[in-house]
C-alpha cells in the first residue's frame, strides 16, 4: 500500500510554508522517515498523509486513488480504517487500562466481543505490552505508554501508519525502541510514514528524507553528515 504525493503545495494565511511542488511516493512496507527543522513543514506533510490537512495545489493518493478531494465524513472514514496515528506524546486516557485504550479504536469501528478482545490482545503482544493490559498510563514508563499508543494505532490493521516524532519524549535507549518496533511494522507490511528530530532514526529507517522551507530532497552525503554527528537539522 503506498501514500504518493503529486506537486502537493500548501501555504497557510500567515505565511507559512507547509509544502511546495512536493512529490513523494512509498512503497509498501517502506519505513519513511521526514527530517528538518521545527517549522520546515514535515509536520504539515504527514498531516496531508493523514488527511487532516487538505493542500492548496496537487494530490494526495492511497493506492493509486486520490483522497484528499473527499468530504470530511468520508476522510474520517478513510482514517478510521486504513489509517494509524502515533505522536510525540502518546495520548492516553488516563482512567482506561491499557487494554481499555486500545479497545477505544475497535470501538469506533464497531468492533467488540471476541474478535475485538483477540485484536486487541494480538496488538498489546505485537509490542511488548500483553503482560501490562491491565495498568493505567500513570502505572506505565513513557516507553511503555507509547508502545500500548503504537499498539493502539496498530490494532484496526492499517495499511499505514502515521508518526509525528514518536521518541520525542523518550531517552536515546527507550527511544531506539520505540524505533526499532517501527521498523518491525514496515517489515510486517504496513507503510510507515515519519516525522522527526532524532537523528538515530536515520539508521532505522529504508528511506530519509529531508524537508527544507517545505521543499522535499534527499540528503547529500554533506547533510548526512552533519545530520548523523551534530544531531541536528539542516539549516
Not at 466481543?113 to 494480538?122: C, E, H, I, S, T
Not at 514496515?186 to 536515520?202: E, F, K, Q
Request: hydrophobic share 40%; proline share 4%; aromatic share 6%.
Amino acid at each position: 500500500m503506498a501514500i504518493e504525493f503529486r506537486n502537493v503545495s500548501k501555504r497557510y494565511p500567515n505565511g507559512a510554508i507547509g509544502a511546495i511542488d512536493v512529490n513523494l511516493t512509498t512503497e509498501p512496507g517502506e519505513f519513511v522517515a521526514l527530517f528538518g527543522p521545527s517549522g520546515s513543514g514535515k509536520t504539515s506533510l504527514l498531516q496531508m498523509a493523514g488527511l487532516l490537512l487538505s493542500p492548496d495545489q496537487g494530490e494526495v493518493l492511497m493506492d493509486g486513488e486520490r483522497v484528499d478531494d473527499r468530504s470530511e465524513s468520508a476522510a474520517a472514514l478513510l482514517r478510521r480504517s486504513k489509517l494509524g496515528f502515533v505522536f510525540q506524546n502518546a495520548g492516553l486516557l488516563q482512567l482506561l487500562s491499557a487494554y481499555e485504550n486500545v479497545d477505544v479504536a475497535l470501538r469506533l469501528l464497531g468492533v467488540g466481543g471476541r474478535k475485538a478482545w483477540d485484536r486487541v490482545n494480538g496488538a498489546l503482544d505485537s509490542v511488548g505490552m500483553l503482560d501490562r493490559a491491565s495498568h493505567r498510563p500513570d502505572e506505565l514508563s513513557g516507553g511503555e505508554q507509547q508502545r500500548v499508543s503504537i499498539a493502539r494505532a496498530l490494532v484496526h490493521e492499517p495499511g499505514y501508519l502515521l508518526a509525528d516524532e514518536p521518541t520525542g519524549e523518550l531517552d536515546t535507549t527507550t527511544g531506539a525502541a520505540i524505533l526499532d518496533l517501527l521498523r518491525s511494522v514496515a517489515r510486517s507490511g504496513t507503510t510507515v510514514l515519519m516525522a522527526s528530530h532524532d537523528p538515530a532514526a536515520i539508521n532505522y529507517v529504508d528511506r530519509a528524507l529531508f524537508v527544507r522551507d517545505g521543499t522535499l530532497h534527499a540528503p547529500d552525503r554533506t547533510e548526512l553528515g552533519l545530520w548523523l554527528t551534530e544531531g541536528t537539522a539542516i539549516s
